[in-house]
């Protein structure tokens, strides 16, 4: 939108130019989604305690958590309404991949939304059925993969790509690339609202997965830094970055309400959106098994839930004190801020290791 009014500016205003530069725009997405979050965050915050709108807590978990009951839940819909409007004011609305994104973001956003509504104010302890949840997911996601494979118009843009290797990639078709970007969207939505479990566990996590993969999509939407790093030339792909400042800057400014002791929790709204738009992302640059390193902890987190219900299910036995795996150091004595702050550092060591992969071929 303001990017319209600057072109539109800049023919007759030559500064007005300088905001086709997708690197500026980003700096400001992200200081937009965080001064909309500020701004707005307070009153919703207020307005979700009126209305009760407040956080079960589970018995059986640990005890320090019993003391959230009723803090206020589906704060996340203040990082996609903040995402939204930044993406709509500072990207270009022309772009197929900005559209995608937020479809994606604002899709899974709404099948999370209906899950906490039933959840919260309802008291439906079940929510929205799995069933459902996951026919909801699973549409959204195969309609993005089935519109991006029609859309490719360059082998790269369906290929699998393997880090560290210059030249090893794997074609896919039209059935594998649709599945994979099926599991990878639906899968890292899934696994950052598994890792949602502890004040602010979860959402410094995806800012920093959001901000590596910004460094991705710009490479991948460069022609000249894309072959000079190996990396597939995705036309168009650049203007991903706007869209995931804005991510970075929303999910900073959530972090200064949600850090312990949490004012307010993302719940479903959040998490599965925030995963599902990560998941979108590494699918459009092609660096799904990149996100699979970076977003380490998300996995870790899902692995952890798999394993326990897997040996219930086949041994009548449990591997960990409790699934996801947070709540099972919390019970083996570690202190919230412990293990949210531990969890914090392997993030970044595995964005470290994920960035790596930009020159390590």
């Known amino acids: 939108m303001l990017l319209t009014l600057a072109q539109w500016l800049g023919a007759d205003i030559r500064a007005f130019n300088v905001f086709s530069y997708i690197t500026l725009r980003a700096v400001l997405a992200a200081l937009t989604a965080l001064v909309i979050s500020f701004v707005i965050g307070p009153a919703l915050i207020r307005r979700l305690t009126t209305l009760k709108i407040g956080q079960a807590v589970r018995n059986d978990g640990p005890q320090s958590h019993l003391v959230k009951a009723g803090t206020?839940?589906?704060?996340?819909s203040l990082i996609l309404a903040a995402i939204a409007i930044t993406t709509l004011l500072w990207a270009d609305l022309a772009n197929q991949y900005v559209w995608l994104a937020l479809i994606t973001l604002l899709g899974?956003?709404?099948?999370?939304?209906?899950?906490?509504?039933?959840k919260v104010v309802e008291k439906n302890p079940r929510g929205l059925p799995a069933r459902w949840k996951y026919l909801w997911q699973s549409l959204i996601a195969v309609g993005v993969a089935v519109w991006l494979s029609w859309s490719a118009h360059l082998p790269a843009q369906t290929e699998l790509i393997v880090p560290f290797f210059k030249q090893v990639v794997m074609p896919l078709g039209v059935v594998g690339f649709v599945l994979l970007a099926y599991f990878v969207i639906v899968g890292s939505s899934n696994a950052v609202n598994l890792t949602d479990g502890a004040d602010g566990l979860a959402i410094l996590p995806t800012v920093m997965v959001a901000g590596a993969?910004?460094?991705?999509?710009?490479?991948?939407?460069?022609?000249?830094?894309?072959?000079?790093?190996?990396?597939?030339?995705?036309?168009?792909?650049?203007?991903?970055v706007v869209f995931?400042?804005?991510?970075?800057?929303?999910?900073?400014?959530?972090?200064?309400?949600?850090?312990?002791?949490?004012?307010?929790?993302?719940g479903d709204v959040g998490a599965l959106?925030?995963?599902?738009?990560?998941?979108v992302v590494a699918?459009?640059?092609?660096?799904?098994?990149?996100?699979?390193i970076m977003g380490g902890v998300f996995v870790m987190e899902t692995v952890s839930v798999m394993l326990q219900v897997g040996s219930f299910k086949l041994r009548g036995k449990r591997i960990f004190l409790m699934a996801p795996i947070h709540h099972h150091f919390e019970l083996k004595g570690w202190k919230e801020t412990q293990v949210v702050v531990r969890f914090?550092?392997?993030?970044?060591?595995?964005?470290l290791v994920g960035l790596s992969t930009l020159k390590l071929r």
Do not use: C
């Open 213 to 240: 993969l910004a460094v991705f999509a710009y490479v991948a939407g460069h022609a000249v830094f894309s072959k000079y790093l190996g990396l597939p030339h995705i036309p168009g792909a650049g203007e991903l």
């Open 108 to 118: 899974f956003g709404a099948v999370g939304w209906v899950d906490d509504w039933r």
């Open 283 to 292: 699918v459009i640059i092609r660096q799904e098994i990149v996100l699979f």
């Open 244 to 266: 995931l400042a804005a991510m970075v800057g929303a999910g900073l400014a959530f972090l200064w309400f949600n850090a312990y002791p949490a004012e307010v929790f993302m």
């Open 273 to 279: 959106a925030l995963g599902a738009a990560l998941g």
């Open 72 to 76: 206020p839940t589906m704060g996340g």
């Open 344 to 351: 914090w550092i392997i993030s970044i060591v595995l964005v």
